[in-house]
């Protein structure tokens, strides 16, 4: 493996890797750091925990040092925690620069940005809908001249998922300069290849690991198969073995919607386990508080939405647990990959129900590599299940007494107000949509009965005409027997 020095980067940003930590690149820098250099656009893909950030942090700081101006650079990514560690490596590898940087993203104070904007910062890291935001509503900041915009996750900001980024990504590049460098960077951005090539159009170097699995193979990928209802106990019983074996371990759980999340976490910490949570219906300044606390080990449990599963890099963590199995293996490969970064190892555990199994079956298949059981005794298991249940259970009721669902329903109804549509007129189109839907799927069903139907009454016909020929043939035989 080479060094930073034939690289091109230059020593003062060799000295600041060193002092980080950082000796040798790795593969994606050593790819992709030359071809940035060299002026051309780039789409880097590598597994997670790889070292993407510092791919492209270090060229365009080395840029920034020949020629330094404000505004120079935009990153993009789609949380907000990631947004904030991105600057971070900026601000700390760019250190001896001077190097000012601004952060925009949603749950913050926007005059305050505005006011940071308008001071023209070297580098601006946000996510789209905020910055969209401030370029709707403010003059007081131009990128114009901005020689790099960089999409971290770029996947994910291209893709039409729950969040859609695509409307406010599209006002954002037509206040750019078409004269940039775009660099282009995520674990998984095969699926999104074809947008994300025409985002870069500059003859884009194109750099993906050669690999035959999409997961590190520092990671012990594991999986328990678990009756719906026991799902708790297992849980519970995992995180009692690990914080009982490894008192520095910190553990992240994943689960698939915000409540859940809350009532997991009201329901480990009724058990005593120091448990924070992160998901999107908390305040902006409780999610960072609450990483902050998670990242410095005052928590070592923290039970999150996939708002966590992309970027976040945490080295003290070293087992992910999925509370729900991910329907996409997207989705699966950025949560494990939370574990087993920077060749340190990890263990991820998935709890699968009867249900789950199919989409077991899809994940392995796109990450080519098999998940093995993990081992539990089912008896420690079964001794704490009723003690878990009726903990969650009174945990529901805590939180059905508050008005968690009612905020719920007043930020779905606010983030629809702000794409500028009508709350009430899209609840009467969802639920028309549902009626033609269940139309639809009765009509299906009907015909399907039909075709069952005819097939069950043409087999029977069949049958009735075999037996009908061979007792035929039995006579006729019977005939010409006695003639
Ligand atoms: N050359 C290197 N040698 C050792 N460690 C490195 C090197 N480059 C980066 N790192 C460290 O590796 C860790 C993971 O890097 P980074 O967060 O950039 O990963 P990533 O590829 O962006 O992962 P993800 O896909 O999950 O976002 C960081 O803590 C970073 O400081």
Redesign the pocket.
Same mark, same amino acid.
């Given at each position: 493996m080479s060094d930073f020095s034939s690289l091109g980067l230059s020593d003062w940003l060799i000295k600041q890797?060193q002092q980080? =930590?950082?000796? +040798?690149?790795?593969p994606?820098?050593q790819n992709c750091v030359p071809a940035i250099l060299e002026g051309r656009d780039c789409l880097g893909c590598?597994?997670? =925990?790889?070292? +993407?950030?510092?791919?492209f942090v270090l060229p365009v700081l080395q840029k920034l040092s020949e020629d330094p101006y404000g505004i120079f650079c935009l990153v993009l990514t789609p949380t907000r925690e990631l947004a904030y560690?991105i600057a971070e490596?900026f601000r700390v590898l760019g250190k001896p620069l001077g190097l000012r940087d601004c952060i925009v993203v949603g749950g913050m104070d926007m005059v305050a940005q505005a006011l940071e904007l308008s001071k023209q910062p070297h580098i601006v890291v946000g996510t789209p809908g905020r910055l969209a935001d401030h370029i709707r509503s403010s003059n007081t900041f131009s990128m114009s001249r901005i020689q790099f915009l960089i999409l971290?996750?770029a996947d994910r900001l291209l893709e039409q998922g729950c969040t859609d980024f695509t409307k406010d990504l599209e006002e954002i590049l037509g206040i750019l300069p078409a004269k940039r460098q775009t660099l282009l960077?995520?674990?998984t951005l095969t699926d999104t290849l074809q947008e994300l090539k025409n985002i870069a159009m500059n003859k884009p170097f194109f750099w993906e690991s050669k690999s035959e699995t999409r997961t590190v193979e520092e990671l012990d990928q594991r999986y328990i198969l678990t009756p719906e209802k026991v799902k708790d106990a297992y849980l519970v019983h995992l995180i009692q073995t690990f914080t009982d074996e490894h008192d520095d371990w910190s553990i992240i759980i994943f689960t698939n919607t915000c409540k859940t999340c809350q009532i997991l976490t009201m329901m480990l910490r009724e058990l005593n386990f120091p448990t924070i949570s992160l998901h999107s219906m908390m305040k902006q300044k409780q999610r960072f508080a609450n990483l902050a606390k998670f990242k410095a080990s005052v928590y070592k449990i923290l039970i999150a939405t996939d708002v966590a599963a992309?970027?976040?890099?945490i080295?003290a963590v070293q087992v992910v647990i999925n509370h729900n199995t991910p329907g996409l293996s997207k989705i699966y490969i950025?949560r494990v990959?939370?574990t087993a970064?920077?060749?340190r190892s990890g263990v991820s555990i998935t709890l699968v129900t009867q249900y789950d199994i199919h989409l077991v079956h899809s994940i392995e298949e796109q990450i080519q590599t098999k998940l093995k059981e993990y081992p539990v005794k089912e008896k420690e298991v079964l001794k704490i299940l009723t003690q878990v249940n009726v903990t969650r259970r009174e945990c529901e009721i805590k939180l059905e007494s508050t008005d968690f669902d009612e905020k719920r329903e007043i930020n779905k109804r606010k983030q629809m107000i702000l794409e500028g549509k009508d709350p009430d007129l899209e609840a009467k189109r969802k639920a028309e949509l549902e009626k033609i839907k269940s139309q639809k799927k009765r009509f299906k069903q009907k015909i399907q009965e039909t075709i069952e139907r005819q097939k069950r009454g043409q087999l029977k016909k069949k049958l009735k005409k075999r037996k009908e020929m061979k007792k035929k043939k039995s006579a006729e035989a019977a005939a010409s027997s006695t003639s």
């Amino acid at each position: 493996m080479s060094d930073f020095s034939s690289l091109g980067l230059s020593d003062w940003l060799i000295k600041q890797c060193q002092q980080l =930590g950082i000796s +040798k690149p790795t593969p994606v820098q050593q790819n992709c750091v030359p071809a940035i250099l060299e002026g051309r656009d780039c789409l880097g893909c590598a597994k997670t =925990g790889s070292g +993407k950030t510092a791919a492209f942090v270090l060229p365009v700081l080395q840029k920034l040092s020949e020629d330094p101006y404000g505004i120079f650079c935009l990153v993009l990514t789609p949380t907000r925690e990631l947004a904030y560690q991105i600057a971070e490596q900026f601000r700390v590898l760019g250190k001896p620069l001077g190097l000012r940087d601004c952060i925009v993203v949603g749950g913050m104070d926007m005059v305050a940005q505005a006011l940071e904007l308008s001071k023209q910062p070297h580098i601006v890291v946000g996510t789209p809908g905020r910055l969209a935001d401030h370029i709707r509503s403010s003059n007081t900041f131009s990128m114009s001249r901005i020689q790099f915009l960089i999409l971290d996750e770029a996947d994910r900001l291209l893709e039409q998922g729950c969040t859609d980024f695509t409307k406010d990504l599209e006002e954002i590049l037509g206040i750019l300069p078409a004269k940039r460098q775009t660099l282009l960077f995520s674990a998984t951005l095969t699926d999104t290849l074809q947008e994300l090539k025409n985002i870069a159009m500059n003859k884009p170097f194109f750099w993906e690991s050669k690999s035959e699995t999409r997961t590190v193979e520092e990671l012990d990928q594991r999986y328990i198969l678990t009756p719906e209802k026991v799902k708790d106990a297992y849980l519970v019983h995992l995180i009692q073995t690990f914080t009982d074996e490894h008192d520095d371990w910190s553990i992240i759980i994943f689960t698939n919607t915000c409540k859940t999340c809350q009532i997991l976490t009201m329901m480990l910490r009724e058990l005593n386990f120091p448990t924070i949570s992160l998901h999107s219906m908390m305040k902006q300044k409780q999610r960072f508080a609450n990483l902050a606390k998670f990242k410095a080990s005052v928590y070592k449990i923290l039970i999150a939405t996939d708002v966590a599963a992309r970027g976040l890099d945490i080295p003290a963590v070293q087992v992910v647990i999925n509370h729900n199995t991910p329907g996409l293996s997207k989705i699966y490969i950025h949560r494990v990959g939370r574990t087993a970064r920077a060749g340190r190892s990890g263990v991820s555990i998935t709890l699968v129900t009867q249900y789950d199994i199919h989409l077991v079956h899809s994940i392995e298949e796109q990450i080519q590599t098999k998940l093995k059981e993990y081992p539990v005794k089912e008896k420690e298991v079964l001794k704490i299940l009723t003690q878990v249940n009726v903990t969650r259970r009174e945990c529901e009721i805590k939180l059905e007494s508050t008005d968690f669902d009612e905020k719920r329903e007043i930020n779905k109804r606010k983030q629809m107000i702000l794409e500028g549509k009508d709350p009430d007129l899209e609840a009467k189109r969802k639920a028309e949509l549902e009626k033609i839907k269940s139309q639809k799927k009765r009509f299906k069903q009907k015909i399907q009965e039909t075709i069952e139907r005819q097939k069950r009454g043409q087999l029977k016909k069949k049958l009735k005409k075999r037996k009908e020929m061979k007792k035929k043939k039995s006579a006729e035989a019977a005939a010409s027997s006695t003639s």
